[in-house]
């Protein structure tokens, strides 16, 4: 997909705002349906239990999110809502189009101030990770992920996101270092959050589950997953 916006204009937002204004929370994901989430563990997970895999990550998510310092949490989700959804989150719709078309159109919906988007592959994160948006005095923030793509965007200002997102291809191996790169070229100054690995594949599955914090749904429905396939 070839970039809409040229990102050789810069864009200017004022990076005070992003050290004074609590942040708005986002969450983007899909609802955990068999055969339509972490479709790429199956095999050797069945579709049932990929998805049981994608809720678990997901509440992690929301959980964590929670517990995170926030002005507003929202759920931005393709679907519906299920009893994974714990109270705290105001829920919106998905809108249409590709992924990079539905992530610039979440941050248009945020209210004025900073913004930080994550997805719901990561159910590592913590608290402390989430914490480090929206602080220092900078235009973004940027979490590259270990595949290659991203795991976490952040804006001090997210009505910048149609231009500095959208043509952005993804689900590919150079997604954030384009991402990223749209962020400088447009003359934002970017603070980088430590990269994480996704859950796409088994081997991501277990690698990510090694690094979940204690009580994690996450890293418990992998054991059981593991304990009842022996």
């Known amino acids: 997909m070839s970039p ?10 004022p990076a005070s705002t992003a050290a004074s204004t609590p942040v708005t929370l986002l969450v983007i994901a899909k609802e955990p349906v068999p055969g339509r989430v972490k479709t790429r ?9 990929a998805a049981a895999l994608a809720e678990a990550a997901l509440a992690d998510t929301l959980h964590t999110v929670l517990r995170a310092p926030a002005r507003r949490r929202v759920l931005v989700l393709d679907g519906a809502p299920g009893p994974w959804l714990p109270p705290g989150f105001d829920v919106v719709r998905q809108e249409t189009g590709g992924l990079d078309e539905r992530i610039a159109a979440a941050f248009v ?13 990561t159910p590592q994160l913590t608290v402390d990770l989430l ?5 220092g005095g900078h ?11 991203f795991w976490a965007l952040g804006l001090a200002d997210p009505g910048l996101a149609p231009e500095l997102v959208r043509g952005v291809p993804m689900s590919t191996d150079r997604t ?12 934002l100054s970017v603070s980088d959050l430590p990269v994480l690995r996704d859950v796409d594949t088994a081997a991501d599955a277990a690698a990510v ?4 914090p204690p009580g994690s749904c ?13």
């Open 4 to 13: 809409r916006h040229p990102a050789s204009t810069p864009v200017t937002t």
């Open 218 to 230: 996450f890293a418990t429905t992998l054991n059981s997953l593991a304990r009842a396939s022996r």
């Open 139 to 149: 235009d973004a923030w940027f979490g590259p992920a270990a595949d290659g793509g």
């Open 109 to 121: 919906g945020c209210d004025r101030g900073p913004a930080l988007l994550v997805g719901m592959d």
């Open 209 to 212: 589950a090694a690094c979940c």
């Open 176 to 187: 954030g270092a384009t991402q990223r790169r749209r962020l400088v070229e447009a003359g």
């Open 41 to 49: 563990l199956t095999p050797p997970y069945t579709p049932r239990e």
């Open 131 to 135: 914490s480090e948006a929206g602080h």
